[in-house]
């Protein structure tokens, strides 16, 4: 339901006009002889974004245009690049797209898994524990198949596209701000979260939606498109398409839990991205050791001070949201899964299917029944699953991190 937009994403790639091969069409223009006018006209550059294809480590984004280099100088500079010069500027690429590929792809059966054992009010086995939620995904794996784990991979990314599509028309439609600067104030805090709250409203269909899609059991799935998820969720705003049942809550009953998770989350994990972040500059910089005189060795501790950090906040902010509102989370679904007929796998076994026939009248009488009928640990229910997920999601940044160190190495 959350966006995992990274918070210092603050626009796209410059291209740094000092590259010789792309100056030579730019005519040198002094400033010596430029009058104040003419200068204020220039308009400052973007900052710089880790993993730029045009920028190198410790490098800024020129503020003005230098004069053009001389013919043949190109020619010169790109033999003169080393080869560690080059896989730096796809490090942060690999680096990012080994992340996300990590979040979206490996770590979806986590996510059926863990939202199948929420909605399961049956269950006698919670699955606090990643053996027997690995022992229960092999099972299911095994009667339907491995694209049992994968439904509904293709519904969730339409929920990220719905949910950044509709900050962006909202941002640009209103004065409410998108992004929050260093020294913000609390008019703009209270703004920005406004807007996320907006947003969580008209994304909360869709991701409806996408529950159902991704809980369902494969044994009594069609198979839906992609789009799909889009026309359910419309669907369920003008009251067409699917029938439900009379238990069915409405979508304004939805609204305050779905945008409560969704705010508690973005707060939560923000926090913990900037500290973890704070934290790891300020080690690097109080254990900086002086430039040895390997330059292989320098490159690779540049490559991975500027790009795991971030990496690393990222990873820790997702974990301790999650972590900490996972009884919610277990709430929420449970709200917006009633009353839909959906039949889910069986989490004891992984071998049968149940149907979905919950009562709750909204978000106090579902906390109080899980309480009593399903007892404290009712709201941990798949808990281990989440375990397995960053688990997977740490073994894959440390491999990657080893990868790109011994490229940089042999380089």
Not at 85 to 114: D, K, M, Y
Not at 210 to 234: A, F
Request: net charge neutral.
């Amino acid at each position: 339901m959350t966006s995992r937009r990274p918070d210092n994403f603050e626009g796209l790639g410059y291209r740094g006009r000092e590259d010789p091969s792309f100056s030579g069409g730019y005519s040198g223009r002094s400033f010596n002889n430029s009058s104040s006018a003419d200068l204020q006209q220039w308009v400052t550059t973007p900052p710089d974004i880790p993993g730029s294809r045009n920028l190198h480590f410790d490098d800024h984004t020129p503020q003005f245009e230098t004069a053009p280099a001389p013919p043949g100088a190109a020619d010169e500079t790109q033999s003169a690049t080393p080869p560690s010069e080059q896989l730096n500027r796809f490090a942060g690429f690999g680096i990012g797209l080994a992340s996300l590929f990590t979040e979206n792809v490996l770590a979806h059966p986590c996510i059926v898994f863990r939202r199948q054992c929420q909605v399961n009010y049956h269950a006698r086995c919670y699955h606090l524990s990643p053996l027997t939620a690995i022992s229960v995904m092999y099972n299911v794996t095994k009667t339907q198949g491995p694209k049992a784990l994968w439904k509904g991979m293709g519904s969730t990314f339409v929920v990220q596209g719905v949910t950044l599509g509709t900050e962006g028309i909202i941002s640009e439609c209103t004065p409410l701000p998108r992004e929050l600067s260093h020294r913000w104030i609390p008019k703009q805090v209270v703004g920005h979260l406004v807007l996320k709250g907006l947003t969580y409203v008209v994304a909360m269909p869709f991701y409806s939606a996408s529950l159902i899609e991704t809980v369902q059991s494969e044994i009594i799935r069609d198979n839906p498109g992609i789009l799909d998820c889009v026309k359910e969720g419309i669907g369920r705003v003008m009251g067409m398409g699917i029938p439900h049942s009379k238990r069915l809550l409405p979508l304004w009953n939805l609204v305050f839990p779905t945008v409560l998770h969704g705010i508690l989350h973005y707060i939560i994990s923000s926090s913990v991205q900037r500290l973890v972040l704070y934290l790891l500059r300020r080690q690097k910089s109080g254990s900086q050791k002086p430039l040895s005189s390997d330059s292989g060795l320098d490159s690779v501790q540049s490559m991975l001070d500027a790009y795991f950090p971030e990496l690393m906040a990222s990873f820790a902010a997702s974990l301790c949201a999650d972590v900490l509102l996972f009884p919610l989370e277990t709430v929420l679904h449970r709200l917006h899964i009633q009353g839909t007929r959906t039949i889910i796998d069986n989490t004891d076994l992984g071998f049968e299917v149940l149907p979905i026939n919950t009562q709750y009248e909204g978000m106090r009488d579902c906390i109080n029944s899980i309480r009593r009928e399903e007892g404290t640990m009712g709201f941990y229910k798949g808990f281990g699953s989440i375990v397995v997920q960053y688990s997977l999601h740490a073994a894959v940044l440390q491999i990657t991190k080893m990868i790109y160190s011994a490229m940089l190495r042999n380089a």
